[in-house]
């Protein structure tokens, strides 16, 4: 970038790309920029506050193909292996099915990684950026700039801004991007449990009555799940409010998988003891028809906010991270600006199908399978049922792979 950009923001700290968000969306696009050779990292700026998935007990699951993208930057070197839990089988399952649908992939679909410790290792690895621990409260933008003001009164002028500050983004805000919202009166309930019986390569996708419930393996002495139950506010506060809530959740499981034998049953383990606790939030849809603004791309739940049954939010914010990487190689190439129009435009068409693509088939089964009509779950049970037996599984593999 020239001088002359430079010279017209003479009061302000001047950046070529600047992201803002501590969250792990946030977290891994800036590890991914300072992986980057080409960019040169005292014009990187980090805009974060406290680093609070360093206390996130949940997991994440990672597809094969955003692995592999990984895979180039490092990122799982000098990972400990114990943290690792490898997903080679999704089993999904509805009561009236005869048996589940399985998807296969050798030699994996995924890693489930916890989040704290992805988090920690990022944290260790992301070396000599600029941090700022103050929130954005203004922004606007000129012809060379981005201009964000934060709490603290510093003012920040970014060529670029990548916006990762989660599902309610004060920068969408602040930058009038039009959104898309739709509550679906549930809530996401998760925790972690202890199962019997079960392979711990294998993850789950269970349709109860209350709602579909996601189980991740996790690797550990025991064999645990960290289950993401999504189920009516009502049911949930119903629930929660129990001594036992964890006995209740074990139980339904064990009734629902009675014929597989698999068994369900509390952490009992005091050593475990962050492990017992029980967290919820609120699921609402959020879908950006367009992701950006003058010198700004929204990322990760910024950008679209889908339903977690089929575990695939977060490989979306990752696919966001490596769409800017893309954008960003074919702007050194063209000479073009980070933040110039054409490159907003080339990361909008190439994210706008597969989000999409997301976004209508998560809430497509969501509510398919939480109305209550026999005869439509007998339907879709026995629509399974078919994709099981033929190829056209392997489609949906694909797309949950990212491919």
């Known amino acids: 970038?020239?001088?002359?950009?430079?010279?017209?923001?003479s009061s302000s700290h001047i950046f070529d790309i600047t992201v803002v968000g501590g969250g792990l969306t946030g977290s891994l696009m800036i590890y991914l920029l300072m992986c980057n050779k080409k960019l040169s990292k005292s014009k990187i700026c980090?805009?974060?506050?406290?680093?609070?998935?360093?206390?996130?007990?949940?997991?994440?699951?990672?597809?094969?193909?955003?692995?592999?993208?990984?895979s180039k930057s490092k990122f799982l070197q000098n990972f400990p292996e114990k943290e690792i839990t490898i997903v080679n089988e999704?089993?999904?399952?509805?009561k009236r099915q005869k048996k589940p649908l399985i998807w296969k992939n050798f030699p994996y679909m995924g890693f489930i990684l916890k989040n704290?410790?992805?988090q920690k290792k990022l944290l260790d690895d992301i070396k000599n950026v600029k941090i700022y621990n103050s929130p954005v409260i203004k922004s606007y933008s000129d012809e060379f700039y981005r201009t964000i003001i934060l709490e603290d009164k510093t003012v920040i002028s970014s060529n670029l801004i990548l916006a990762a500050d989660g599902s309610n983004s004060n920068l969408r805000k602040l930058s009038s991007i039009k959104y898309l919202s739709h509550q679906l009166n549930h809530e996401a309930v998760t925790g972690y449990l202890e199962i019997e019986n079960s392979n711990i390569n294998i993850a789950r996708q269970a349709f109860l009555d209350e709602g579909p419930i996601g189980l991740l393996p996790v690797k550990s002495?025991?064999?645990?799940?960290?289950?993401?139950?999504?189920?009516n506010k009502n049911v949930a506060k119903n629930i929660l409010c129990l001594d036992n809530p964890s006995l209740i959740i074990a139980n339904k499981l064990n009734n629902f998988y009675k014929s597989y034998d698999l068994k369900f049953k509390p952490i009992k383990d005091l050593s475990k003891r962050k492990l017992l606790k029980i967290h919820k939030w609120p699921l609402n849809l959020i879908f950006v028809p367009k992701p950006t603004s003058q010198r700004?791309?929204?990322?990760?739940?910024?950008?679209?906010?889908?339903?977690?049954?089929?575990?695939?939010g977060f490989n979306l914010a990752l696919e966001d991270c490596f769409e800017v990487e893309n954008v960003l190689e074919k702007s050194m190439l063209t000479g073009k600006e980070f933040g110039h129009n054409d490159n907003l435009s080339l990361y909008n068409k190439n994210r706008n199908i597969r989000v999409k693509l997301m976004s209508i088939s998560t809430t497509s089964?969501?509510?398919?399978?939480t109305q209550n009509s026999k005869i439509l779950n007998d339907t879709l049970s026995k629509g399974m049922e078919y994709l099981n037996e033929k190829k056209l599984k392997n489609i949906f593999i694909k797309i949950a792979n990212g491919f």
Request: charged letters at 20%; zero cysteines.
């Open 90 to 94: 999704i089993h999904v399952l509805n």
């Open 1 to 9: 970038m020239s001088n002359l950009f430079f010279s017209n923001k």
């Open 221 to 231: 002495k025991q064999k645990y799940v960290n289950f993401v139950w999504s189920m």
């Open 116 to 118: 704290k410790v992805v």
């Open 365 to 369: 089964l969501f509510y398919a399978f």
């Open 296 to 312: 700004l791309i929204l990322i990760g739940d910024a950008a679209h906010s889908i339903h977690p049954l089929a575990g695939q």
């Open 46 to 70: 980090w805009i974060k506050l406290k680093d609070k998935n360093l206390t996130d007990d949940r997991v994440s699951f990672y597809n094969s193909s955003n692995l592999e993208k990984l």
